[in-house]
C-alpha cells in the first residue's frame, strides 16, 4: 500500500520556483508501507451489560422506575405463568460477532497520512511518478533515481540505456524503488529527469526528497569472566513505536570462541517436540521502551587458547538480529564486534593445579602448584612463600618446613610444577591464603593466589 510523502521536501528556494514553472514535468513520490489497523473511538463501548435483561426501551422510556421494576421481576418471579413484560431485541448485544469487536477495531485497514519514520535494518520502498503537467509531449526522458548519505551514494535507477520514448500531455511514467537502509541519520532521494520539451529544447530537471532515519533499538552488554568462563549480557530495547516480535537474536561468536545461549528452566508441564523447535514463538517487545534480556555463556576454544592470549585479542563477537512489526514488516540488524572487558596481562602466572581431597588435622599435604612463564624472555629467580595476614589473625593453615620456596629461572612461554607442603591446624571448612611469588631479580611481588577453600577432618 502506498502513504503519500508529506513533510520531506524542502521547500524550493525563489530562483528554482522560477525554473520549477517552466518544468513540463514534476516528480510525485509516495512511500509503500503496510497500513494499520484504526480503532473506532465511537465504538469502544459496543453494549451495556444491563441489555441483557432490560427490554429496549427500559432506560431511554418516561417512566424511569420501568427498570428497577423490570428487574426485581426477573430477581422475585411470580408463581403465575404469566409472561415477562418487555421485547428483548438486544439480548444478545453482549455477544462478539468478531473477536475484532473487543478492541473497537471495525476491520478497515487505514493508510498512513504522513511519511511515517523509517528506522535502521529496514527496507525504504518508494513509489514514483514522474508527471507531464503541459499541454506538450516530452521525448527521451532519462530517468535516475538516487539515495545520498553522509557517506555514500546508492543508484536505484538508471534509465540512460533505455530513455522512456515519450510521456504524453497529462500522462506519467511510474517506477518502484527499494533501499535496505544501513546508515542512521539524513538521507535525500534525489530524483532527476533529462528530457526534450515541446521546443525540442533539453531540459534537466533534479528534486530532492529529504528524510531521516532512526535507530530502532539499543542493544546494551555486561561481559563478566569467572574463571575461565566468560558471561554476556545482551539487554535490547525498543524504541519504535510498534511493537516487535524478535523473529531471531543469534550471537555469532569470534572464531576462538564458543557460545551457549542460558535460558530459564521451562515449566514441567511443557512438552517439546520437533514440531515445536520448528515453529517458535517470537519474543515479543512491548512499543516504546519495552526490553527483553538475553545471556549467553562463552567458553574459549582448547585450540585457540594460547594464541588469544598471546595476541591479546578482546573480540568476542556480534549479534544478528531480525523482527517483524505488528504486520510483519521485516527488519533486520547486526551490532558491532563486542569487546571483552580489558584485564591487565600478567607476564607469569600462579595457580593452584591440585589439591588432596582428604586432609587431616596437624597432618603435612601437599599442595600442586603451576608457574607459567607468558612472556618471549627467561624470568627468574622466585621465592615463593605465604604472606602475614593483612588482619592480624592467625592463619588455620600454615606452611610445613622451610617459609620460602627457591624457585629457579624459567623458559619464554614455559611452565614449571612444584609441590608446597602445608599443614593445617584447625578442623572443619578452612582456606588456605596468602600463597606470594616474589622475583628476586626484578624485585617485584605478585598479587597472591586467590583463596583456596579446602575442609579439615580429624583423623
Aim: one cysteine or more.
Amino acid at each position: 500500500m502506498a502513504s503519500p510523502y508529506a513533510g520531506g521536501v524542502q521547500p524550493p528556494s525563489p530562483a528554482a520556483a522560477v525554473q520549477q514553472q517552466n518544468h513540463s514535468l514534476a516528480f510525485r513520490v509516495m512511500r509503500l508501507s503496510r497500513p494499520s489497523l484504526q480503532p473506532d473511538l465511537a465504538a469502544l463501548l459496543r453494549f451495556d451489560p444491563r441489555d441483557v435483561f432490560l427490554p429496549e426501551d427500559a432506560l431511554t422510556g418516561s417512566d424511569p422506575s420501568a427498570a428497577a421494576k423490570f428487574l426485581d421481576g426477573l430477581l422475585h418471579p411470580s408463581d403465575s405463568a404469566t409472561a415477562v413484560p418487555g421485547d428483548f431485541t438486544f439480548r444478545d448485544r453482549f455477544l462478539l460477532r468478531d473477536p475484532a469487536d473487543a478492541l473497537a477495531l471495525p476491520g478497515l485497514l487505514v493508510l498512513p497520512q504522513s511519511f511515517g519514520a523509517i528506522y535502521l535494518g529496514e527496507t525504504f520502498c518508494s513509489y514514483i511518478s514522474i508527471n507531464n503537467s503541459s499541454s506538450f509531449e516530452a521525448r527521451d526522458v532519462v530517468i535516475k533515481a538516487e539515495i545520498q548519505t553522509e557517506r555514500q551514494r546508492i543508484l536505484l535507477l538508471d534509465t540512460s540505456k533505455s530513455p522512456v520514448e515519450s510521456i504524453r500531455s497529462g500522462g506519467r511514467y511510474d517506477f518502484i524503488v527499494e533501499h535496505d537502509v544501513k546508515e542512521l541519520g539524513a538521507h535525500t532521494l534525489v530524483c532527476t529527469a533529462l528530457y526534450n520539451d515541446g521546443d525540442g529544447e533539453r531540459k534537466y530537471l533534479p528534486q530532492f526528497f529529504k528524510f531521516s532515519v532512526s535507530n530502532p533499538l539499543s542493544v546494551r552488554t555486561k561481559v563478566r569472566t569467572i574463571k575461565d568462563i566468560t558471561y554476556l549480557e545482551a539487554c535490547i530495547e525498543n524504541h519504535t513505536k510498534s511493537n516487535l516480535y524478535m523473529d531471531q537474536v543469534d550471537f555469532e561468536p569470534a572464531q576462538q570462541w564458543s557460545a551457549t545461549r542460558l535460558e530459564a528452566d521451562e515449566h514441567p508441564s511443557a512438552v517439546k517436540s520437533a514440531i515445536g523447535d520448528l515453529c517458535k514463538q517470537p519474543i515479543f517487545i512491548r512499543a516504546g521502551g519495552g526490553i527483553y534480556n538475553y545471556l549467553y555463556q562463552l567458553r574459549s576454544s582448547s585450540d585457540e587458547a594460547s594464541q588469544t592470549k598471546s595476541e591479546g585479542s578482546s573480540i568476542l563477537g556480534k549479534f544478528q538480529i531480525t523482527w517483524r512489526t505488528n504486520l510483519g514488516e521485516p527488519g533486520r540488524l547486526q551490532t558491532q564486534n563486542i569487546h571483552s572487558t580489558p584485564t591487565a596481562s600478567k607476564d607469569v602466572d600462579l595457580r593452584a593445579v591440585k589439591v588432596p581431597p582428604i586432609i587431616y588435622v596437624e597432618r603435612a599435604f601437599m599442595v600442586n602448584l603451576c608457574l607459567t612463564n607468558q612472556t618471549d624472555k627467561t624470568v627468574g629467580p622466585f621465592e615463593v612463600f605465604l604472606a602475614p595476614s593483612m588482619s592480624g589473625e592467625d592463619r588455620a593453615v600454615l606452611v610445613n618446613g622451610p617459609q620460602k620456596l627457591i624457585l629457579p629461572l624459567v623458559e619464554a612461554f614455559e611452565s614449571m610444577k612444584f609441590n608446597l607442603s602445608m599443614v593445617a591446624t584447625q578442623l572443619g571448612v578452612q582456606k588456605i591464603s596468602g600463597i606470594t611469588m616474589y622475583a628476586v631479580q626484578e624485585k617485584k611481588y605478585y598479587e597472591p593466589l586467590p583463596d583456596i577453600e579446602i575442609f579439615v577432618d580429624a583423623e
